[in-house]
Each structure stands twice: as structure tokens, then as C-alpha cells.
């Protein structure tokens, strides 16, 4: 039998060509959402060689950011699927370490994030669910200070991207990943949007504590539909280019959060339970 033969690999100037097509450039500050699977083929180097191939083209003057959640540093007595038995609950709470930024891993957030996130020069901020990864000359500005109540809202590093008019790229997801829109839930009005609160452990001088913050009931369960109405809106400003098979989306962050804004305000009326 002959041996197989390796496909083309997906390099990391193929992937630099394919975000300069996009529109990336020196200088840019920039939210990526990603997925590694989307490029269909072997990346030699792995998720570093992406991260390498988006800090390429932004250049050392840019600022990358990445989503870095870990929603695993919850309480027990929240968990649904599965439900945690009540008899573990103070057993759970007891043993569950702290969030550290350095040391705390993602949840669900892919491996290029968890490459960018243990990469040199990278910076995590405090929150302990909803934390941002951010290098480059911006990354302590967006990172500072990230409120622990309305943890995705304006004093957190959505907010400072906004400020900032960075541009949100989409790497072979879809905009269900795309977590600038819950910035919009923060500004937006719509029925069955209301206050809750999580708890979550953290480090206050050393020393373990379990705190308890405020937020609103946000869900992404309709923002692929608020993205693909985006991109059908005939004003709207994106850029879109397929690397390799992986499709890739470029927009203006302020001009998704102010449609989508307008979008939840519209379209969404959200169950109690959500």
C-alpha cells in the first residue's frame, strides 16, 4: 500500500494573507472569537502558529484580545446539567481553588485561546467567569478594573474595546461566539431582562473567598440570527474571507453593539427562565 500523502499545510502566512484579505492591519485592536477544527487541514505549530499569524499582521503597535471564560467556577447548588447533589455542595465549595488569572483555565473557549492566554507577554483580566486575554500597548487599559457586577457591561473590557473602536474578527465561528453582542443586552430594553446574581471564588490577599456579584440574564441564543441580520442590513460594515475552509468575518465593534442595540430593543423577549 502506498504511504499516504499529507495534505497542503495550512501555514501561518497562508493564515496572515488570509487576514490581511480581511482587512487586518498594523495598529489594529482587535476581539477574536476562533476555532481551530475550521481550517480543515493541519496547522504545523498548532494554535500558537495562529496566534503568531493575527499578532503578524496587527503588527507590535496592535492590541489582540481574546474571550477567555471559565464558567466552571461556579457555585453547586446552580449546576443543571448534571445537578450537583445537595449533600456535596459545602464539600464543592470547600475544595474549589480560587481564580487566578495566571493559573485558571478557559471553559470551552478553544485552544487558540488557551494558547494566547499562556503565551508571552499576555495579560488575563480578574473577573473570574467572564475574563478577557489581552498584549499589545492597549492591553492594560481594556484589562483594568473589569467589574465583577455586570461583568460584560460598560466598566469591563467590551466597554474599553467599544471606546476604543477596535473591530471584532470571527475566525471560522459564527456569531453565536460573538460576545460584543452582550454588551447590546447591557444597553438594550427588552421584556424578561432582569438582575440575578452568581457567586464565584476569588483570591483577597491571599486568601480564598467566595463572592457574590450582580448581573443580568444574558444568552446568546439568538445572536446568529442578530449577526446574519447584520450582515443583511444594507448599512452595516463587515468584511468576510474564507482561509482555507475556515470562514472569517470582520466588523466594527461599535457598529454591531449599536445594531444589535436596536435588535434586542426589537426582537427578543426572553422566558423567565432564561
Not at 499529507?6 to 495598529?27: D, F, W, Y
Not at 463587515?238 to 436596536?262: G, N, S
Request: hydrophobic letters at 35%; a negative charge; charged letters at 25%.
Amino acid at each position: 500500500m502506498a504511504d499516504a500523502i499529507i495534505e497542503r499545510p495550512v501555514t501561518r502566512s497562508e493564515i496572515a494573507e488570509g487576514l490581511t484579505k480581511l482587512g487586518l492591519r498594523p495598529g489594529m485592536t482587535i476581539l477574536v472569537h476562533s476555532s481551530m477544527k475550521s481550517f480543515g487541514g493541519w496547522v504545523p505549530g498548532g494554535p500558537p502558529a495562529v496566534v503568531l499569524a493575527l499578532q503578524d499582521v496587527i503588527g507590535p503597535e496592535g492590541t489582540l484580545v481574546m474571550p477567555a471564560q471559565s464558567m466552571d467556577l461556579t457555585d453547586p447548588s446552580t449546576w443543571m446539567n448534571p445537578p450537583a447533589d445537595a449533600k456535596w455542595w459545602d464539600l464543592i465549595r470547600d475544595e474549589m481553588p480560587a481564580y487566578e488569572p495566571d493559573f485558571t483555565e478557559t471553559a470551552g473557549m478553544g485552544v487558540i485561546v488557551d494558547a494566547f492566554r499562556q503565551s508571552k507577554n499576555t495579560r488575563r483580566s480578574r473577573h473570574p467567569h467572564v475574563s478577557f486575554a489581552a498584549s499589545g500597548p492597549m492591553a492594560s487599559y481594556i484589562l483594568e478594573d473589569h467589574c465583577y457586577d455586570y461583568s460584560l457591561g460598560e466598566q469591563s473590557p467590551l466597554g474599553r474595546l467599544y471606546e476604543l473602536d477596535a473591530h471584532v474578527v470571527l475566525l471560522g465561528c459564527g456569531h453565536e461566539r460573538n460576545t460584543s453582542f452582550h454588551l447590546a443586552e447591557y444597553r438594550a430594553r427588552y421584556e424578561g431582562k432582569e438582575e440575578v446574581q452568581h457567586r464565584a471564588p476569588v483570591l483577597s490577599n491571599g486568601v480564598k473567598q467566595w463572592i457574590t456579584y450582580r448581573d443580568y440574564n444574558i444568552s446568546s441564543d439568538d445572536f446568529q440570527k442578530l449577526g446574519l441580520d447584520y450582515e443583511q442590513s444594507a448599512v452595516s460594515p463587515y468584511h468576510k474571507v474564507q482561509i482555507r475552509w475556515a470562514p472569517c468575518f470582520m466588523a466594527p465593534q461599535r457598529a454591531l453593539v449599536d445594531f444589535a442595540e436596536t435588535w434586542l430593543s426589537t426582537n427578543r423577549k426572553m422566558d423567565k427562565e432564561t
